[in-house]
């Protein structure tokens, strides 16, 4: 066993188990002097190389590492809580890296994460990732990856998501039997699967309702919130305008609200707003959002849980796991019915 | 020159230079033999230790570290922009760090980053931050490290603040001046610089407009939310309870908001409330909130600006620079006079 092979090294080198294990990891609290003695007296007692190098995979850094796409966003808080409490249990320490959005900033992050600082990586994409190569070399490198949230969308990536869709559709006719004709969707720009998904699920429940689709009314928005504003304002001013917005994010859903505040439209008498978001203040807001909370706290938990199952090389085998958590209507005042 | 050593050492060696440069900064990627060889070299040929260490800090990673305490805090997404900008300028990538309001987390980040990883350190610190053993080594470890908002108080820090002091005083006299007669305090426990502050700045305040301090008006509350619902709920549910809550950080005036809905005390009419806050949703809170808004991006810009003449070593000589920018009260709806 390895083990007992740890012990007998350490033993015969007059060091601690704990010195010896941290010196063949290569950690910086071991002078060097010690690595060198230390890997001389492993390879002349034959410590088996096999173990050894998976071993020194296994706790190398007793590290993993979190990538977020976005910082304001309290899905993110949360789904970190829930990540903690899992490496907690596994006495991981956790470091997390902010893309800020922005895909040179992911790609440069996930090559970092490739020299193999730590043992698994937990990545929810940025709005404008457009390529995987680098999440294909990451996959490569041997690093256990696991996505959360926003995902890539091929088979060959373990991923924790939501009821895209089937919120998408929840959404939009909460609106639709509130009272809504005309209903619009905020998406964001790109490829995110979250947001295709949300889309999709919009469109399904107006062809189960009978509510022709028009393709104007999917606005597509940046990152940009002036920009956002600007173009909420001009689908909210002019005639014939919707009588209900489906946000499928936090932050389209905010900008509707000082649009509506701006050009004087009353929520929910004149529009009716429904958003993805777990924005701490929406039961605060004027009027409280309506708003489709995803478990945050659940995913983080779920995609941590099962990143050390892939660490640790648990029941697994060949299989790639895709898991779904279910998120919740939380009706308010924003999408009353008049 | 530092280059031509380099390049003559790696020459002796019959490595190249980037691979020289690299053992020297102790990376990863070259093996532990080649470094100790390397080292040796450097010694036996007088590689200036001065001249070395400077060059090998100038541009070994053309990244910078930002680590912050706090995820679901919009002064920190603007103070990262701010960051950006100034980077980006730079042609500098950015890498940030968040320690979820955790010591431990704060000290392991801190020691990762004395590797020499990045070319300087941006820092906002832990609410329980109680030694500053972390950051004494980081500073001798030679990085340029700027600390921005919640700082260390020593004169050996290089810092970027507001003016904390002066805006606790403006907040309670801004509640003073509206008619509130028994102000409370709401502040986070701990050691930070910024709570101190505030704190201190209520307290003149009440001086100021001879109104006798209550320290049992000043509440020390957590980073758990539902024991600072409980706090505050205990507090504005007593006979004699304060008419005006100044609460030095935004989640202490969400909690405050959540338990004046829950036991139906009026804002403003029964209990006025000011808050230090960067919230996207502010004045779109019902009511809208009063704060004291911290120019975050400008803070942000500034200490990168400091961080980047650190590393450049422009105009700088033996001073430590204390950079403190002006906040500003914004008046809304949860203060008005009746």
Do not use: W
Not at 125 to 133: A, P, V
Not at 307 to 314: A, D, G, N, Q
Request: hydrophobic fraction near 40%; include cysteine; glycine fraction near 6%.
């Amino acid at each position: 066993m390895s083990g007992t092979n740890l012990k007998k090294l350490a033993e015969e080198l007059g060091l601690s188990i704990s010195s010896v294990s941290k010196a063949l990891r290569d950690s910086y609290e071991i002078g060097s002097e010690t690595k060198k003695r230390v890997l001389a007296m492993a390879e002349k007692m034959n410590y088996q190389p096999n173990p050894f190098a998976r071993g020194l995979r296994k706790r190398k850094s007793i590290t993993i590492a979190v990538v977020i796409p976005e910082i304001a966003n309290n899905f993110f808080a949360l789904a970190i809580d829930g990540i903690q409490v899992i490496a907690q249990q596994k006495g991981y320490h956790v470091l997390t890296y902010l893309t800020q959005e922005d895909f040179k900033n992911e790609e440069s992050t996930v090559k970092h994460l490739q020299g193999g600082r730590v043992d698994g990586v937990l990545i929810s994409l940025c709005g404008n990732t457009t390529s995987i190569k680098h999440l294909t070399d990451l996959n490569q490198s041997g690093v256990p990856v696991v996505y959360f949230d926003r995902v890539p969308d091929m088979l060959e990536f373990p991923t924790v998501t939501t009821d895209d869709y089937e919120c998408g559709l929840k959404a939009t006719e909460h609106l639709i039997l509130a009272g809504c004709k005309k209903i619009a969707c905020l998406c964001v720009a790109g490829f995110l699967s979250t947001t295709q998904k949300r889309r999709l699920g919009y469109e399904a429940a107006l062809v189960k309702h009978n509510i022709p689709f028009d393709p104007k009314l999917v606005i597509q928005c940046s990152n940009e919130n002036t920009a956002n504003r600007a173009l909420i304002k001009k689908l909210l001013s002019k005639k014939g305008r919707p009588d209900g917005i489906f946000a499928s994010v936090e932050k389209l859903a905010i900008s509707t609200y000082y649009v509506c505040n701006d050009i004087k439209l009353n929520i929910p008498k004149q529009v009716k707003v429904v958003s993805f978001s777990n924005l701490r203040t929406a039961s605060l807001l004027s009027p409280s959002l309506t708003t489709i909370a995803q478990p945050a706290f659940e995913i983080g938990k779920a995609s941590a849980e099962l990143l050390f199952r892939m660490i640790e090389k648990k029941n697994l085998g060949n299989r790639i796991e895709k898991i779904v958590l279910q998120s919740s209507l939380i009706q308010r005042k924003s999408s009353a019915a008049q």
